[in-house]
């Protein structure tokens, strides 16, 4: 049925979807922080507040929450920068700078998951559920209002899939400026929040690593010597530096100038990316713990699971096609848990 109407119609039911699912994100935009997660909240809002006082300054803003020299730097700012220009343009309560920022955010992230969904799985239903998903689970509801950088990290992570997705389908001069374009916005993804930006990461490079397979099982009665250094070779390098490379070292530079402000403190060191190691990644004995396992399943069951299993009920009804979409389905689900395993110890001490 949804595939018979047209792309206008479709547009609209998409876009009417959107702008139901903004209104429970705007009751009571000037709530204070301290619903959930308030530590992490006050830490975000408070280096938008700093900006206020002292002036802004992108690499180098204060989080005084260590005490002096006041630095404590996690993420490129890009979400604190975009609420202090919400209060520049006339907003003057920061919570309400900050909520509406993460709202902004959540709608840039539903343009790219409808465009996402669309390149991937081809299917009009399965892109409508996704964003279904997306804008009405009640864990999407809370913490796409709440002031954390998390869906302005998703958002530049699904414009990192986007435009890879775009490259592959054009030519010319717009695969150049496409090239420019995911290596500028890798590097943003990458450094907001690496955490975040891992499993959008793994499906560019697996579905970078299909183009090349595919270019591969094209060429016959070729020599080794001359697939190696003919000129599509040296292009999937030049791709791959671009893509992946550049990115990596952008975010190592970031990572080791936040490093060195943290460690003027005694109490900011601590929070240096050496420190947190364990924190972020676990031992193996947490990740081969299966009760472990069990609490964050149980996490993942009460907030999300329900949901997800509706729309792979919803697979069962296609005809053609059906082991196209299950094979995406699957190799994203697998994503998540690839994910969880390899910073294990970050979800099972967040609930």
Same mark, same amino acid.
């Given at each position: 049925? @949804? ?16 702008? *139901? ?69 006339? *907003? ?8 509406? !920022?993460? *709202?902004?955010?959540?709608? #840039? ?10 390149? %991937?799985?081809?299917?009009?239903? /399965? ?75 793994? /499906? ?7 183009? /090349? ?24 390098? @030049? ?9 990596? %070292? ?32 676990? !031992? ?15 996490? #993942? ?14 697979? !069962? ?20 848990? *690839? ?13």
């Amino acid at each position: 049925m @949804i595939n018979k109407i047209s792309d206008k119609k479709f547009n609209l039911i998409l876009l009417t979807i959107v702008v *139901i699912s903004i209104l429970p994100r705007l009751i009571f935009i000037d709530q204070n922080l301290l619903d959930i997660q308030p530590f992490r909240q006050t830490q975000t809002a408070i280096t938008v507040w700093t900006y206020t006082q002292d002036g802004f300054n992108f690499f180098n803003y204060q989080t005084p929450i260590f005490g002096p020299p006041y630095q404590a730097p996690f993420e490129l700012p890009v979400f604190q920068a975009t609420a202090y220009l919400f209060i520049k343009l006339g *907003i003057s309560n920061i919570e309400i700078a900050c909520r509406l !920022t993460n *709202i902004i955010f959540f709608l #840039i992230c539903c343009f790219f998951i409808v465009s996402v969904c669309s390149k %991937i799985f081809k299917n009009r239903l /399965i892109t409508s559920l996704a964003l279904i998903h997306f804008c009405f689970l009640p864990f999407s509801i809370c913490w796409s209002r709440n002031v954390t950088i998390e869906y302005c990290s998703i958002a530049f992570c699904l414009f990192y899939v986007y435009a890879f997705l775009k490259l592959l389908n054009v030519n010319g001069l717009k695969k150049y400026l496409f090239l420019i374009l995911i290596t500028v916005i890798g590097c943003l993804a990458y450094s907001i929040k690496l955490t975040t930006a891992f499993p959008y990461v793994i /499906i560019v490079f697996t579905f970078f690593g299909i183009e /090349i397979i595919k270019h591969l099982s094209t060429i016959k009665n070729d020599t080794f010597f001359n697939v190696i250094f003919s000129k599509k070779t040296f292009e999937y390098i @030049i791709y791959s530096g671009f893509i992946f490379i550049v990115p990596i %070292i952008a975010m190592y530079l970031w990572v080791r100038h936040t490093d060195l402000l943290k460690m003027q403190s005694s109490f900011s060191y601590i929070t240096t990316s050496s420190s947190l190691r364990i924190w972020n990644f676990g !031992t193996w004995e947490d990740k081969t713990n299966f009760s472990n396992w069990h609490i964050i399943f149980e996490r #993942i069951g009460f907030a999300i699971l329900p949901f997800t299993l509706v729309g792979l009920t919803f697979l !069962t009804t296609f005809k053609k096609s059906t082991r196209h979409l299950y094979v995406r389905f699957l190799f994203l689900i697998s994503v998540v848990f *690839i994910t969880i395993f390899t910073f294990f110890n970050l979800y099972f001490e967040h609930d």
